[in-house]
C-alpha cells in the first residue's frame, strides 16, 4: 500500500504563492503517475497536474502559466508550487499516484481513476 502525506496548505491572500509537499513511500514500479487533485466547496473533485516518469507534465487550463508540478525521486517526494493564486483556487488539495496508463505511449492523464491518495490539505484563497 503507498502511503502519501500532503502539506503546506494555508490561508493566503489573493495573488500569493504557496508550495504544497507530498511525502509517499518508495514507489517500486517504474512507470508511475504523480499528480494533484483538489476539491473545491460544492465541486467535483479536479485533476490539477501530472508528472510522467520522464518529467512530462500536464495541467488543467486554468492554472497553466501560474502552477507547477515537480518531483524529487531521492527524497520520494512531489511538489506543487503555485503563484498568483485566486480565490478560486480554494479547496482541499490531493496528492495521487497510480501505475501509468499505456495507449500507444504512457501516460498520466488528469482524467483517470488515481488508485493512491493522500489524506489532503486545505488552501483558501482569500479577496
Known amino acids: 500500500q503507498v502511503q502519501l502525506t500532503e502539506s503546506g496548505g494555508d490561508s493566503v491572500q489573493a495573488g500569493g504563492s504557496l508550495r504544497l509537499s507530498c511525502a509517499h513511500s518508495?514507489?517500486?514500479?517504474?512507470?508511475?503517475?504523480k499528480g494533484w487533485f483538489r476539491q473545491a466547496p460544492g465541486k467535483q473533485r479536479e485533476g490539477v497536474a501530472t508528472?510522467?516518469?520522464?518529467?512530462?507534465?500536464n495541467y488543467v487550463d486554468s492554472v497553466k502559466a501560474r502552477f507547477t508540478i515537480s518531483k524529487d525521486n531521492d527524497s520520494d517526494t512531489m511538489y506543487l508550487t503555485m503563484n498568483s493564486l485566486k480565490t478560486e483556487d480554494t479547496g482541499v488539495y490531493y496528492c495521487?499516484?497510480?501505475?501509468?496508463?499505456?495507449?500507444?505511449?504512457?501516460?498520466?492523464?488528469?482524467?483517470?481513476?488515481?488508485?493512491?491518495w493522500g489524506q489532503g490539505t486545505q488552501v483558501t484563497v482569500s479577496s
Open positions: 508528472i510522467k516518469p520522464d518529467g512530462d507534465t
Open positions: 518508495k514507489l517500486t514500479y517504474r512507470q508511475t503517475c
Open positions: 495521487v499516484t497510480s501505475d501509468a496508463w499505456y495507449r500507444g505511449t504512457w501516460l498520466c492523464p488528469l482524467q483517470a481513476p488515481y488508485k493512491h
